[in-house]
């Protein structure tokens, strides 16, 4: 039996060693962690490497191979445990820098290949007050001779240069700059191409680059990018309520929806919570927060003890909002919210629609108190979100915190311009505005997923300090936790407690989806998928254009598998219909009275 393991063992490495020569070079899953795509510019985008990194720590620490001698320099200790650890020659390991640290000391190595290091395998160890060695993180690479390129380049160094300039359109300032060198850049194929160094620069333009430019080539292979990108501390739109945490997004636009980034227009460049798709503000809308340092940094951390219209707080609310409503602008934008859909934007591109409609998000706005509201205009006139301060606390809370009250608010926009072509005068029934409330608390539902599980969703917990939040119940899966139906609507003449009807419903109709087809994660950002959460906010999005103005609930119902229809050749029509009906809404439902028929054949 153990012999038969081994066996079985060694073929199993051989296997996943083959797997991994020919086929994928790196696992998908790691990808965040060794790829990154750098947009140069909308028409220009390469993807950088850096080889997966180890990375090991030793607690009170390890010896390294010169542990014995007295004496020994903490660089030529690196060198030694790197080339021990790694399996390396001596002269394969370079010593790039080294500091003393209070309570380690640091080396700093890069590996080299034919005498030329490496730009991006590099190493480095800490070495303890014992001499011992406590940390080692490594990214050096195995390229076999055959597939490393030539180490005397084939072109001039000036073509290398032009070659940067043309590519990342900016100039090497040979004054200022270090002198181009050249250096092995290992690639994700398991090559090594030779470069040149150079760095290039464009102030009108705020670049500031290193291009790696193939010495044989003159192919650009790689970019470092100096300027560190636009950065927001936000609550992340899938976390619903502050204790979940606030992070620092880096680059959070989504340059397909908006292809000027969030503080530019095309003309006007802002370093403010103002840009295109929308600007948040306090109070009037020259009161925005500006950048807390510079290249669009937006660093405001939240103080939950303190009232929030402290300055701190207040600028805290206006980045979250500002974050947000892009977030959702960038996002609705994938499933078809575009220009020419009468979306909210103030330059449209030349995509069509009406421009100069920003979405204007007044936070902290001193008309109203425990709420919030979205008002749509036609296209061409900017939708207006206000954010109340909830007084249920002391502190007060901010409904600006809470991400599904902006969503929800955000979502209304969405719907009455995609409802009846633009206007903004389609959802004005009570149905029909019960129905735009439950799409409200329906998008936020769908957006802070992030798995394929369907928990029961509470909406408003934060602001109400109440786990049972604003609505009657949870959105539910379980007719017991949530008993809400069709039939329901009878009882009921508020907008939001009907709404509340359709959202359960959608609900369900989202939960036998993902059942179905299955959960993306990348839905947020990637419209393209057949998973069952894109699946339904593709059919969200279809159905509102594709139905009447002040629609009904059987009407909503009949679009969404209208929508179906038209996107997937009806390959949901059950799915869909099974689920309206389990709530009420099946083929014979009229009149608010429940029916739970589906069609021939499902
Ligand atoms: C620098 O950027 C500006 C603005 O994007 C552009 O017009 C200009 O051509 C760039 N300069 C160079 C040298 O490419
Ligand atoms: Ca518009
Ligand atoms: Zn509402």
Known sequence: MFAFKRIFASVLLAVLCATTVTAVPYPASSKFATHRTREISPDFKIEVYHPESTYETFAEGIDHPLSKRSDVSIEDAAVAFVQSRVGIDADAVHVRSSFEGETAGHVYLKQKLNGIPFANAVANVAVNKDNKVVAFGNSFVKVPSKKAAPATPSIKVEDAVAAAEKHLKGTFESEEFPEPTIEYFA?????????????????????????????????????????????YLVLPIFKEILTQGFQTLVDPQDTTSSPDGWHSDGTTTTTTTA??????????QSSTTSQSSSGLVFNYPNNPNQQPTTTANVNAARVNAFYIVNTIHDITYHYG??????????????????GNDRVLVSVQDSSGTDNADFTTPPDGQSGQMRMFLWDLTNPERDGALENDIISHENTHGLTNRLTGGGTGRCLQTTEAGGLGEGWSDAFADWVEKTDATVPDYVLGQYVTDDPAGIRTHPYSTSA????????????????????EVWANILHNVYAALVQAHGFS???????TGSEGNVVFFHLFVDALPLQPCNPTFTSARDAWIQADQNRYNGANKCILWNAFASRGLGVNAANHNDDSTVPAGC
Not at 480 to 499: C, F, M
């Open 521 to 527: 994660t990348t839905a947020r950002t990637d419209a």
């Open 275 to 284: 840009g295109n798709n929308a600007i948040a503000y306090k109070g009037s």
């Open 337 to 354: 919210f575009t220009e020419s859909a009468f979306n909210f934007q103030n330059n449209n591109f030349g995509k069509g629609g009406k």
């Open 187 to 231: 690639k994700d194929d398991g090559s090594a191409a030779l470069t040149y160094v150079v760095q290039v620069r464009n102030d009108t333009a705020g670049t500031w680059y290193e291009a790696f430019v193939d010495a044989h080539s003159g192919d650009l292979v790689s970019v470092t990018d100096f300027v560190s990108k636009a950065s």
């Open 480 to 499: 017991t936790v949530n008993p809400l139906r069709y039939s329901s609507v009878k009882q009921l003449n508020e907008v939001h407690n009907i709404g």
